[in-house]
């Protein structure tokens, strides 16, 4: 029986020693050579000898867009153009966070609760108007992010994040609403600082997209590019008032072939709607309602419930023990008071008025003209005795900050 014959065939790199010139004989014919003059170099050449390098496995990067206005008062986010708001505040919590509560997440080592979950653990309370805005902006905005309510678990259900011992990483394109603008440098370090987080016991990586670029704009620029959408191109400026929580501003705005360029700015520091609140808290302890007030959330609670009943008068519900109480007195003895005692204010008010003696357009925005009562209050003292001009209360005045910024892609 004949045995299969295999044929090895084993290929080999010669390079010759030493020989700087092959000679010749005297017959023109090649000598022979000793194959001591050859040294083996290898049996593949060196580029055949290179080994791929293993495939790094990562999640893909989920692209996604921010607005963020961070007030004294309240969080507001434009999440992929959906709007969420939370209160400003958070704890640092020393125990095992709460499961299945909005705004809490892990964050450099340490747990945190954003918003209205403060309330139920402990901890020091943290709050935005005490000189926090900018300081804790990681934290507002991770506060913001994981208080959405089915953004993030949407991401962790999706199978495109598959590999579950890598983070879910996040490309965010972040549009920042903010008076500090001329803290870009401050506020680009804290953002950049932003590495990742954990939510839910899973970890995010967070990639912001466009901080070589303009990304922070005025407070009230959403409402700024909304009021320009009502304006005709004759119309050479307007006027954004706007009572948020911390400050009253007038911003008067140039309107340009596109978008709207701020001319000037006047702010009533401490003139926002936290110093209104107290002053109405101090007028409602005057009068004796049967009991007292033990924060000033019920009566931003009542501010917000506000409306006007079938007789055309106001009811202002506030809740005291077992009974409701209409505190409308309180509530206009407060606003005079809040004007009386800040200059700023007052001058901001008489400002606005006089843009509109002079034939122009005053547009009022802020969480403060979402109050019924304070906006006819406020809108009264403007235009009384004005015969021209025009003001006009936006709607969704506490989010068309944010809101209106979707004018920009258009």
């Not at 016991?201 to 466009?210: C, D, S």
């Not at 003209?369 to 209360?393: C, M, P, W, Y």
Request: hydrophobic share 35%; with cysteine.
């Amino acid at each position: 029986m004949q045995l299969p014959v295999f044929l090895c065939v084993v290929c080999v790199h010669y390079k010759q020693k030493g020989l700087s010139k092959m000679k010749t004989s005297t017959n023109g014919t090649k000598p022979k050579q000793d194959l001591q003059q050859f040294e083996i170099v290898g049996s593949l050449p060196e580029a055949c000898d290179k080994k791929k390098k293993p495939r790094e496995s990562k999640n893909p990067l989920i692209n996604c867009s921010m607005v963020l206005d961070a007030g004294s008062k309240r969080i507001k986010c434009l999440l992929n153009n959906y709007p969420n708001t939370i209160d400003s505040i958070y704890k640092e919590v020393k125990g095992e966070l709460p499961s299945g509560m909005a705004g809490c997440f892990r964050y450099k080592s340490k747990n945190y609760v954003v918003g209205r979950g403060c309330d139920a653990v402990l901890g020091e309370l943290v709050e935005a108007q005490k000189d926090n805005k900018i300081k804790k902006l990681d934290v507002w905005l991770l506060g913001a992010l994981t208080s959405d309510p089915d953004f993030l678990d949407e991401l962790l259900e999706d199978k495109k994040n598959r590999y579950k011992s890598k983070p879910i990483r996040l490309g965010v394109d972040i549009k920042l609403l903010s008076l500090s603008s001329n803290r870009q440098g401050d506020i680009t370090k804290i953002l950049q600082g932003i590495e990742g987080f954990i939510y839910r016991g899973r970890e995010f990586a967070v990639e912001f997209k466009n901080l070589d670029l303009e990304f922070i704009y005025s407070e009230g620029y959403g409402a700024a590019l909304t009021a320009r959408k009502s304006l005709s191109t004759e119309a050479g400026s307007f006027a954004v008032l706007d009572l948020g929580g911390g400050t009253l501003t007038l911003t008067t705005y140039k309107i340009g072939r596109n978008l709207p360029k701020v001319l000037n700015r006047s702010v009533a520091s401490g003139g926002g709607m936290q110093d209104l609140a107290r002053q109405i808290f101090i007028s409602l302890n005057k009068t004796d309602i049967g009991g007292e007030t033990k924060s000033l959330n019920s009566i931003f609670e009542a501010l917000k419930a506000c409306r006007v009943d079938e007789n055309g008068e106001y009811l202002v519900p506030y809740r005291v023990g077992n009974k409701t109480e209409n505190i409308t007195e309180s509530v206009l003895d407060g606003i005079s008071n809040w004007i009386v005692d800040n200059p700023s204010i007052a001058d901001i008010l008489t400002k606005s008025s006089q843009v509109m003696v002079s034939g122009g357009f005053v547009f009022a925005t802020g969480g403060g003209f979402a109050s019924k009562i304070i906006g006819d209050r406020l809108q009264s003292l403007i235009t009384n005795a004005v015969s021209h001009g025009q003001f006009e209360i936006l709607e969704n005045p506490d989010v068309i900050n944010i809101l209106g910024m979707k004018c920009l892609n258009q």
